[in-house]
């Protein structure tokens, strides 16, 4: 996902800001410009949130995230399942991996690096700059290696944070976020603490109060200078209160982070067709296997891969039709990115995102007024993550790596077929039998030579269907109606299943979020709407021109 994408889609997040002063705007679900939510950045001292002279907007927390400001490699300490035949059930076994002590760390150091006093609203200034000007016209590639350049006498250390990236693909992705989730869910948890003792609620000796709470009360009458608390500590309910705030503020800013790296999940070349080649390819090849699975990722991007979002809850609880249940509706669609939306359909994908991170900012809300904190496998953005469909047609991918490890690649490097269900998945497990020979570490010395230098001899294109075969593709499709991909394979737990249903005209509601005002149905329509108007001004202000389709891609 291109900067000013990742600032569009984050610019229609909108929670409920719960009457703290470290963030502003998002007053209702109004898509307006002036409705933005804004958030205070939070470092943190000692563990304890201090507040910086730095507001960003939820869309800047997302885009500087991961590509600016970041540690290059903290992917590497992201904890992944073992390979999977079945990439859904991959995930769902990654989703319930606890989140390890050094996963957190490396995290709160990815996030540090953003929420720090030498990060300043000029350098967010410089950096946006940098991303609008035209270097070289009429040259995208060239103009973009010298915006690449400009970057890195710009960016500390922008060079590693562009290489050491595996955070942004999947399998680390998604893992990236359960593990920023998780973070950020602890401190909504101690905000809400922070509010009963303010309300005289609890003690803090009672048992419920969490140490790191204790702990942070006790050095902040310690030295309330050094966490800028020398107005708070005269009185207790006011400590309570201010720390419950900047909690709060945390969490929220530690989530957008972490949505940074969930938004690339929705992208064509980072999901799991690409997934753990990005790891394999430059240890088995060298230079030629990192330039290779660009390729990769770059023509995925381009095609597009069709994707579902087999991750969301089942409602099993008995309703009647005047209930008017909200149901998440499952949408088949195609996932196209870097920076190509605003020549491509991707409406329904855009949709799933803002919903997804919504719905994520629903479980901050929810340990914030609760105290409750969800299970890993039900945390609100994985509701909407798309993932591979093997229900429907899918493009040879360029590359395809074994269960035991071998790379297999694309016979016919110039020409990609349109596989059918069944063929693509054969495809998977017997690459050898199916159009694909295996990759030597010459034979990928070979490919680069071929792709970057011969470009205009093997410029890969989707072969044209003839109607005979798109009737044979359309009936497979039709016999994987049912598959299981495109059912939740996350059965409803009793709890769930109890719950009261939301209505279809409480637009968001499913964040359990209820916002300070509400406008009538058909709103998110409108924020859609406001996406795409915010998408093609951006678009516009980087010499992008008009846009003549509905576009959306994230990379």
Known sequence: METYEHKAAGDQIRVEKVENPYLRGSDDLSPSEKNKLFIKMMQTIDSIPVPLDLELSAGDVIALAGDYYTLPGWGKQLQLPPRHRNVVAENEQLFHEPVLPGENAAFHSAYSDLASPSVKKRDVDRIYAIEKRTYIPFFSSLNSLIQQLV????????????????????????????????????????????????????RETDEQIPQALRDALQKSRLNPAAFKLQEQIKDNKTLYNELMHRYHALAIGQDLFAMHFYSDHYAGGHISRIGRLRQSMPEQFGVWGSILINN???????????????????????????????????????????????????AENSNMLINGMDNSLGDIYLARTTGEIRRSQDYGGLAFLPE??????????????????????????????????????????????????????????????????????????????????EQEIQQDEQRFEHHTTSKSLRP????????????????????????????????????????????????????????????FNFT
Not at 154 to 177: C, Q
Not at 304 to 312: I, N, S
Not at 417 to 423: A, D, G, I
Not at 514 to 538: M, N, W, Y
Request: aromatic residues 10%.
């Open 151 to 202: 970057y890195s006498w710009t960016v500390k250390d922008y060079g590693k944070k562009l290489n050491e990236n595996e955070a942004h693909f999947a399998p680390w992705s998604a893992r990236a976020y359960i593990v920023g989730h998780h973070t950020a869910l602890q401190n909504a948890q101690l905000a809400f603490y922070c509010e009963q003792l303010a309300n005289g609620s609890v």
């Open 296 to 346: 990769m990722h770059n023509e995925d991007n381009s095609d597009g891969v069709t994707v579902t979002d087999p991750f969301q809850p089942e409602r099993h609880a008995p309703y009647t039709s005047a209930d008017k249940p909200f149901r998440m509706i499952r949408e088949d669609n195609v996932a196209y990115g870097d920076g190509t939306y605003l020549q491509r359909d991707n």
């Open 388 to 469: 591979i469909d093997y229900s429907k047609r899918q493009t040879q991918p360029l590359l395809i790596q074994g269960q035991d490890g071998t790379v297999y690649v694309r016979s016919n490097l110039s020409q990609i077929r349109m596989l059918s269900p069944t063929e693509y998945q054969r495809t998977l497990q017997n690459p050898q039998d199916n159009d694909y020979e295996k990759l030597t570490y010459w034979g990928a010395f070979k490919l680069v030579f071929k792709l970057r230098v011969l470009g205009f001899i093997y410029s890969p294109k989707i072969m044209a269907i003839s109607p005979e075969r």
């Open 492 to 551: 409803a737990s009793r709890e769930h299943a109890a719950m009261d249903l939301p209505h279809l005209d409480q637009v968001g509601a499913w964040r359990m979020n209820p916002l300070a005002s509400k406008s009538g149905a058909g709103l998110f329509d409108h924020r859609i709407a406001a996406f795409e108007e915010a998408v093609t001004q951006l678009g516009a202000e980087h010499g992008i021109g008009e846009r003549e389709t509905t576009t």
